[in-house]
């Protein structure tokens, strides 16, 4: 089923074009925490990912995007950086999922919602 799956869910990013480009013209930077691969063209005017999962560009990490998008040209592979004591580490969007943020007073949240604050009138027609 995986060789079907690459050559026709395009979804998943890696369809055997892909994978073909990837082969003939492609060369491996490196990999994220999250099993994402980046390659580049060996002329160097190319830049792509290839998911482990699903095509889901909120999984590229914040240093990975900067490269693919020419932002830096070293690719995070090639330098040496240390986060800082108030950085967060990097999560992918989890809308949809039972992550998903959900404020305070949201149908989804479970418990009792929070009573009004009596700082707001309903409107009645005349």
């Known amino acids: 089923m995986g060789l079907l799956k690459e050559i ?5 990013g890696n369809t055997y ?5 990837t082969f003939r013209k492609g060369v491996l930077v490196g990999e994220d925490e999250f ?3 980046y ?5 160097g005017t190319r830049r792509w ?8 560009a909120s999984k590229v990490p914040p240093d990975w995007h900067g490269w693919l998008h020419y932002t830096v040209d070293d690719p995070p592979t ?9 950085q967060k580490q990097h999560q992918p969007n ?8 959900r404020p305070r007073g949201s149908t989804l949240v479970p ?7 009596g700082d707001y009138q309903a409107w009645r027609p005349e």
């Open 78 to 86: 090639e330098e040496e950086y240390t986060p800082k004591s108030w």
């Open 39 to 43: 390659y580049r063209e060996r002329n």
């Open 17 to 21: 074009g892909t994978r073909l480009f």
């Open 8 to 12: 026709f869910a395009w979804w998943t």
């Open 49 to 56: 990912v290839i998911y482990r999962d699903l095509a889901e």
């Open 111 to 117: 418990g009792d919602r929070p009573p009004a604050t």
């Open 35 to 37: 099993g994402n691969r």
């Open 94 to 101: 989890m809308t949809g999922s039972p992550a998903a943020y």
